[in-house]
């Protein structure tokens, strides 16, 4: 696994890049040993049809683009399409969207995934000039900016440190299930943090990570975005 890692990483590094595109930094975290939903690529809405008939609907549309950074700010990401009638005229929607967002950004396509609803959490790393490589925790979602409400440790980290984290975190009830919504199970979260922690020391050619969200289902946790950023 982690041999693997690496030489994605060197390649694309070698490629003369830094950022890796969404498909690649899925490959990562799946190799990583994190459990990611079903995804496929497309590049036109007949083939969208097609991946969406596999994956199975309801689904989720989200853009591919290295330019479009926040998607659903630019309407690139639309959930809960259940045919293929919905699936069309929301591409032909998104498309619209992002040109008026990005005029000039380059849209490698579409990505059709599975639906997977839960408690989102956000999991990422980065690089501090002074401290080096830390690991983050907080609430996640599209409004992970607005409460801010995340923790940050120094990696390497221990089963300690994610149990302080989780307590940090204001909003931490959300994490136990609140109104119905499924719980973040601790022990598994940790589990999850540990192997974070663990791919960024065996590579720290990773800048920054950003996991958000990492769904909570009645299932286990669940990784539905994904973006790396090498050095
Ligand atoms: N497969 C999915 N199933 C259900 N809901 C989803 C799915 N994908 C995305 N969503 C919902 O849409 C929100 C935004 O999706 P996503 O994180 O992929 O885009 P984004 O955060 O706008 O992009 P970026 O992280 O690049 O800023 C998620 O927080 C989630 O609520
Ligand atoms: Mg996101």
């Given at each position: 696994m982690s041999a693997e890692i690496k030489k994605i990483l060197e390649e694309i590094k070698k490629q003369g890049r830094e950022v890796l595109t969404y498909e690649e930094s899925r490959k990562i975290i799946d190799l990583a040993g994190l459990p990611l939903n079903k995804m496929a690529l497309a590049t036109n809405t007949e083939e969208s049809i097609e991946k969406a008939r596999e994956v199975g609907y309801p689904i989720a549309l989200k853009i591919v683009s290295e330019?479009?950074?926040?998607k659903s700010d630019a309407g690139g990401v639309k959930v809960g399409i259940k045919s293929d009638e919905e699936l069309k005229k929301s591409y032909e929607e998104m498309m619209v969207n992002i040109k008026k967002h990005y005029p000039s950004a380059k849209v490698e396509g579409v990505s059709i995934e599975e639906m997977v609803e839960g408690t989102e959490v956000l999991i990422g790393s980065m690089t501090d000039s002074q401290f080096g490589k830390m690991i983050a925790l907080g609430i996640g979602g599209i409004f992970t900016e607005i409460y801010k409400d995340v923790t940050f440790r120094l990696i390497p980290i221990t089963k300690e440190d994610v149990k302080e984290m989780m307590n940090e975190i204001k909003g931490k009830k959300l994490f136990e299930?609140?109104?119905g919504l499924p719980q973040v199970k601790k022990e598994e979260l940790t589990n999850l943090m540990l192997k974070i922690s663990k791919l960024i020391e065996e590579n720290p050619i990773i800048k920054e990570m950003d996991l958000n969200p990492v769904v909570a289902t009645e299932k286990g946790l669940i990784t539905i975005d994904a973006r790396i950023i090498l050095e």
């Open positions: 330019d479009v950074i926040h299930g609140f109104r």
